[in-house]
């Protein structure tokens, strides 16, 4: 069993959606977690971090994490094409040391 | 956010021969670096993690002696791929980091492609 599992996808949704992704994981020495966004042959960007629960927002994203659950989600509000993308959940156990990846949900917003 | 940069973006090379990858962080001292390679459709492989000063710590299955990772300064390190075969070819990703911070940022990427 992989320590980070996120549905692969492909997530299709019509511009203007929600898009709502998420992450579980087992190993509860993780106190960090991020949301990477990688375009093809891209490097991934960072969107959202947080290290604590409950929500946190910036502009159209919101990351929600729930501890007690070992579950996190990344929300897309107002959906558009350049969204298009895939989404990276990461997770690291102290500041400074390697992250953990989940493998990936790509998603596609129609126009 | 910070900046990391990453040369060359692509490269061909003939198999046998090695190739060097610089990763750069522009407006801040990278304290660590990672390597990451990734294979199409599929998420990072962590293959080391760097510190400025110090020997690489690679992850296990992965050849130090293959891929030399080189951090001489707060703002560059290197990836050499020596011998190269083929099999080798994928997308070469570094990310970089502050100590006593969360963040992470990543280069654009390397694309190798060894014939």
């Known amino acids: 069993q992989k320590e980070v599992e996120q549905d692969p996808g492909p997530l299709s949704v019509p511009e203007g959606a929600i898009v709502s992704l998420n992450c579980t994981y087992s190993n509860s020495a993780f106190q960090y977690f991020m949301w990477y966004r990688q375009y093809s042959r891209k490097g991934p960007e960072l969107l959202m971090y947080t290290y604590s629960s409950g929500n946190k927002e910036d502009g159209r994203f919101t990351a929600q994490v729930d501890k007690s659950s070992k579950y996190i989600s990344l929300f897309i509000r107002d959906s558009q094409p350049s969204d298009s993308a895939t989404y990276l959940c990461?997770?690291?156990?102290?500041?400074?040391?390697?992250?953990?990846f989940g493998g990936g949900t790509r998603v596609l917003v129609k126009p | 956010g910070a900046v990391v940069s990453q040369h060359p973006s692509w490269v061909i090379c003939k198999s046998g021969t090695s190739v060097k990858i610089e990763c750069r962080s522009l407006d801040f001292q990278a304290t660590t670096m990672f390597w990451y390679r990734q294979f199409p459709k599929q998420s990072l492989m962590l293959m080391a993690t760097s510190n400025e000063g110090s020997k690489a710590t690679y992850e296990q299955g992965v050849e130090k002696d293959k891929f030399l990772i080189n951090h001489a300064s707060l703002t560059l390190s290197t990836l050499t791929v020596t011998s190269a075969h083929p099999e080798d070819s994928s997308f070469y990703i570094c990310s970089a980091g502050t100590s006593g911070s969360y963040e992470q940022y990543f280069g654009p990427g390397t694309r190798l492609t060894v014939t």
């Open positions: 990461a997770m690291g156990k102290a500041a400074g040391n390697k992250l953990t």
